[in-house]
């Protein structure tokens, strides 16, 4: 069944090429930009704030309860792109909540009252990557997939491995070596999921996952990273809730970590449609926080001055700024291993959700990180290091009088305080797990379930036989 109110946009004011929903892409086949998820609005339903309120207090109508229990499908008349609710795979996501952290308030020299965290740790896999997940499987689920992977930093793999246990789908996780947090490493395994884990970093994994999902489609594998313009439908549904909670009013900012750039990309979006819909009459301003050794985007936005210029943004400036990185050896290195991405995918729509959300970039060192981070477990629910970030960045622009004392801030916390315990003993302690653990004699795993990860060179075929394809499928070409 065609679904003829929703399709895929290429983002590119010069091309805009549109694709139907059924269709497979991670970039535009014209002419590479990234794809955005539309809606013909007018064939809709106009969606109005109160449908969404009672849903999760029900146990929903006409067996479509699984839907409502969801913090991001009780909003599903602002993602609707799936022609039936059966195409929908859920878990119960998103049920979240906006913590009033007044004395973090206090302690940073902001108004008590003014200050909101929003806990996307409290996702079933303890990070905000499940309210994409959601919507990349119903898409997954929809075209008839059956194996998907990503490259991860950790969170996108554990909340992967989950959904495709729950849904009966083949996950693949790439994982960079010695780069992810115990907890996040520990869900993907224990889901599952065929962890390879390759001799290269993050940015490495991406480059070979996606080359594995476009380039040889004879695998049928589903790409489930965020250039998968579905999976930012799903998390926008993060600020549908932080404006529930505030009974619709529109805060002043919205601050978030900025990795893969995904989050704030979603946030962007999700402002302008709610405003095309006339159901918000202004828009927050957007910070988004990098940390100092992984900020693509605080270089190229602040320092240089890139911007989203209607769609025509400068490439030239950001391969410069790729060539240099790799001129000089510079790899992205953070104690926020979630933030830690040296070549953001979503770096246009980044640039395009700051244009309209008049948004601001800033960059906090690890120590900056670990203390917020220790103040976010004091005073309130706790998060790993890279959700701490978008604190420490609030702080800087308090600081420096970009936000008012009596602004009403929003900080997203994007992980649970567990997925990564060995920052957090550390910072307290002194003690280092993860030497401990390097040191410590690795014996054989002996349970009937263990799922032990695949160490794998940085080399498509040796990944390709990793997955057990045919090594003849890497042509000379791609090699
Ligand atoms: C993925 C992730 C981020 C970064 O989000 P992007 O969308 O990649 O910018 C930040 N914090 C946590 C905990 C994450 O898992
Ligand atoms: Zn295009």
């Known amino acids: 069944m065609p679904t003829d109110h929703a399709y895929q946009q290429c983002i590119h004011p010069d091309c805009g090429a549109t694709f139907s ?14 794809l955005d998820v539309r809606y013909n609005w007018d064939r809709l339903v106009t969606p109005k704030w109160d449908m969404f309120e009672y849903r999760w207090m029900t146990k929903g109508e006409h067996g479509k309860g699984a839907l409502d229990f969801s913090g991001v499908w009780r909003f599903r008349e602002l993602m609707p792109f799936y022609h039936k609710y059966e195409d929908v795979v859920t878990i119960g996501e998103g049920r979240t909540n906006l913590q009033d952290a007044r004395k973090l308030a206090r ?28 919507a990349a499987f119903t898409h997954a689920n929809m ?16 909340s992967l491995a ?31 999921a065929l962890t390879l884990q390759v001799q290269g970093d993050f940015d490495a994994c991406l480059r070979r996952v996606k080359q594995i999902a476009v380039e040889i489609p004879q695998l049928g594998i589903y790409l489930m990273n965020s250039v998968n313009p579905f999976r930012l439908e799903g998390q ?28 704030c990309s979603a946030f962007g979006k999700a402002f302008m449609e709610l405003k095309e819909l006339g159901l918000i009459d202004r828009v927050p301003r957007l910070a988004v926080i990098q940390a100092t050794g992984a900020n693509p985007l605080y270089t190229l936005f602040e320092k240089r001055g890139l911007r989203w210029n209607g769609g025509r943004w400068d490439k030239d400036m950001r391969n410069a700024l790729y060539a240099e990185y790799d001129d000089q050896g510079i790899r992205a290195h953070t104690i926020a291993s979630a933030i830690e991405i040296g070549r953001p995918v979503n770096l246009s729509k980044a640039l395009r959700a700051l244009d309209y959300m008049d948004g601001v970039v800033r960059e906090v060192d690890d120590e ?16 790993e290091p890279a959700s701490a970030a978008s604190v420490a960045g609030a702080h800087m622009l308090i600081d420096e009088g970009i936000i008012n004392k009596d602004d009403d801030v929003v900080c997203i916390l994007t992980g649970h305080q567990l997925k990564d315990p060995d920052a957090t003993v550390k910072y307290h302690t002194g003690i280092d797990m993860k030497a401990i653990q390097e040191q410590a004699p690795h014996t054989e795993p002996h349970g009937k379930l263990s799922n032990t990860p695949v160490p794998v060179a940085d080399d498509l075929t040796a990944i390709v036989e990793a997955l057990g394809g045919d090594p003849s499928l890497v042509t000379a070409a791609l090699r």
Request: net charge neutral.
């Open 162 to 192: 989950m959904f495709a246990d729950m849904a009966g789908f083949k996950g693949v996780v790439f994982i960079g070596s010695g780069k992810i947090a115990y907890g996040k490493l520990s869900q993907a395994l224990d889901y599952g």
């Open 236 to 263: 926008k549904a993060i600020m549908f809730r932080v404006l529930e909670a505030r009974g619709w009013n529109v805060p002043d900012w919205i601050i978030v970590p900025g990795g893969n750039l995904g989050n």
């Open 107 to 134: 302690h940073i020299g902001h108004t008590p009252g003014k200050f909101h965290l929003q806990y996307e740790g409290l996702n079933p896999t303890g990070s905000f990557k499940d309210n994409g997940m959601t």
């Open 368 to 383: 900056t990180i670990l203390e917020h981070k220790a103040m976010v477990g004091r005073y309130g629910f706790g998060c």
């Open 21 to 34: 929903v059924d269709e497979v892409h991670v970039a535009c086949p014209q002419c590479g930009s990234l």
């Open 143 to 158: 075209v008839g997939a059956d194996k998907v992977a990503c490259a991860s930093t950790g969170n996108t793999s554990a």
